[in-house]
């Protein structure tokens, strides 16, 4: 079990990295005492029917680094209710022993509607060891440009780690996972390069000088907020 643990605890490492190695695209849209909430969407060519099939198949898309057994081939789905998202840990053969196989159950499926909606409960990564409890809806629905993929997760309960800190984390792990899967399905609403720097860098300027007349005149830096990104319910009506 020695490098069963060792996994575990680079897991956990690699999670908490994450807050600082992801781009800024996902967003933590709401967080209080031991919740948050992060949201973060795609739009990608393939249709509803690739998408879902994609999604259903994590061990084509999800990321190694953020398995247990270090291998995403190990993910598995059954998209039914109270079906598992899961992962198998190969045994390791030691010198006088046979290994015997382990698994993981990161969540429990608990709305599978084929082309609309996967939700799922269930503390990801180190969240697994906290009595907290956690609920990732993801939303699919037509746009003109393809399919629109939306990743939401609700997280609340009593963890043993500072709420900021831990939803940074988990936000860019999340954003993470759902750029494999656009990646694999041929994204389109990457953001596109500046096409004149200079006038951006014009308009950037202006903007901290009128900052500068406003309330940031105490000397505090004005902090423009990021737009709201689309919620599930959004993305296709209510779901019950």
Not at 13 to 19: P, Y
Not at 36 to 45: G, I, K, L, M, Y
Not at 90 to 117: C, F, T, Y
Request: aromatic residues 6%.
């Amino acid at each position: 079990m020695k490098g069963y643990s060792m996994k575990k605890f680079a897991f956990g490492a690699s999670l908490a990295a994450a807050a600082f190695a992801m781009p800024v695209q996902a967003e933590v849209v709401s967080q209080g005492n031991g919740a948050f909430v992060t949201r973060d969407s795609a739009v990608v060519e393939a249709d509803v029917r690739t998408a879902w099939l994609k999604l259903i198949a994590p061990g084509e898309w999800w990321d190694s680094a953020h398995t247990w057994s270090g291998e995403s081939e190990n993910m598995m789905l059954t998209p039914q209710g109270g079906g598992c998202f899961c992962e198998r840990i190969p045994g390791e053969d030691g010198d006088k022993r046979i290994g015997l196989d382990g698994s993981v159950q990161h969540m429990v499926v608990l709305n599978a509607a084929p082309d609309r909606v996967l939700r799922m409960r269930g503390g990801l990564g180190p969240l697994q060891s906290e009595p907290v409890d956690g609920v990732l809806t993801i939303a699919l629905s037509e746009t003109d440009e393809g399919t629109l993929i939306v990743f939401e997760y609700v997280v609340g309960g009593f963890m043993r780690f500072e709420t900021p800190v831990i939803a940074k984390a988990v936000d860019g792990v999340m954003t993470q996972q759902l750029d494999n899967l656009a990646e694999t399905l041929g994204r389109v609403d990457a953001p596109a390069p500046d096409e004149d720097p200079a006038e951006d860098e014009a308009s950037e300027e202006s903007d901290a000088g009128d900052a500068s007349d406003g309330d940031a005149s105490d000397g505090e830096t004005a902090v423009e907020e990021a737009p709201e990104r689309i919620s599930v319910d959004e993305a296709f009506g209510e779901i019950e």
